[in-house]
């Protein structure tokens, strides 16, 4: 339950976290908060596009948690990006969710305008103490590799879908090749494999639920990721995966479930950079 991944930066993440994505309206998100810190989540991963993190904010004061004790993400929308926008737009999150920091901030989308200038906001920003440490999310390898012919730090997590049916074997060599984190969004596929033969297989052979097998194989290919859910017992369950492990055997029938299916948009192509290539 306390598994911590340090980051190329130095700065430590719990491997597991909590997903905020539509958990709307305060009454939910104090519940959902509550629920989740108690049973031992300290990673909470919101964004400027799910448009809760004042009621974020409001949770964690009510619940009056040491600052200190959670690890707390927040994204730049697509609309905040370019240099000034992304820091006035990050000092706005900060004022929502009543914090003098995040621990990690992500470009949330990779978009051709503005593409080094919000990268270079992000190092600003880190050097100034908004945020401990600055990553990416749904960057491609292409996207990464046009980044590193201009920056100065390199992202030290890179947030993606990433679930049996969208396995990203290549992306998850490239990141860990260049020591940055992989985080699973979606680890659950939005719910859509959970009625999987060859999970439900492997879920009764360790009395486990499909999800919880699904985690725990993230789990063991050593990426972060941060599950959502609303309902208590889920919560629950959802980090209940520390007593179990998957063979080999089972981690490779799960990794074949690979359907390249994404769920969610398809990242952006960065042209000027696929030109030169
Ligand atoms: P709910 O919030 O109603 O529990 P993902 O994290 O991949 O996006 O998937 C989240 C979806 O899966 C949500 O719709 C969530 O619904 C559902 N979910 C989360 N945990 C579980 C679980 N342990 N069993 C079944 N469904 C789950």
């Known amino acids: 339950k306390d598994n911590i991944l ?13 997903g905020l994505y539509k958990v709307d309206g305060q009454e939910m998100m104090d519940r959902a908060i509550a629920k989740a ?14 448009g809760n993190e004042q009621a974020v904010g409001n949770a964690f004061q009510s619940l009056a948690i040491p600052r200190d004790n959670i690890f707390v993400t927040t994204k730049v929308a697509e609309e905040n990006q370019g240099y000034e926008r992304a820091i006035a737009s990050v000092k706005e999150s900060l004022h929502k969710l009543k914090m003098d920091y995040v621990d990690l901030l992500l470009v949330h989308w990779p978009i051709e305008r503005s593409f080094f200038d919000t990268w270079r906001a992000f190092e600003a920003m880190k050097k100034e103490g908004l945020t401990k440490s600055i990553g990416v999310s749904n960057y491609q390898m292409i996207h990464l590799q046009y980044l590193a012919t201009q920056a100065t730090e390199m992202p030290v997590v890179d947030q993606i879908e990433l679930h049996p049916l969208l396995t990203q074997k290549p992306l998850l060599k490239f990141n860990s090749d260049h020591q940055i984190v992989t985080q699973a969004w979606s680890p659950l596929g939005r719910g859509a494999i959970l009625k999987e033969p060859v ?52 981690m490779t029938k799960i990794d074949a479930l690979n359907a390249y299916h994404r769920t969610g948009r398809e990242p952006e192509l960065v042209y000027e950079y ?4």
């Open 6 to 18: 340090t980051l190329a930066d130095g700065n430590r993440m719990p491997q597991e976290g909590f």
């Open 37 to 50: 810190y108690d049973e031992g989540y300290r990673l909470f991963d919101t964004a400027q596009l799910y």
């Open 199 to 250: 999970l439900q297989e492997i879920a009764v052979a360790h009395g486990k639920s499909t999800a919880q097998v699904i985690l725990r194989w993230h789990l063991q290919n050593g990426v972060s990721f941060i599950p959502k859910s609303i309902h208590e017992e889920r919560i629950a369950q959802n980090t209940d995966i520390y007593d179990f492990e998957l063979t080999d055997r089972e």
């Open 274 to 277: 696929n030109k030169q290539y």
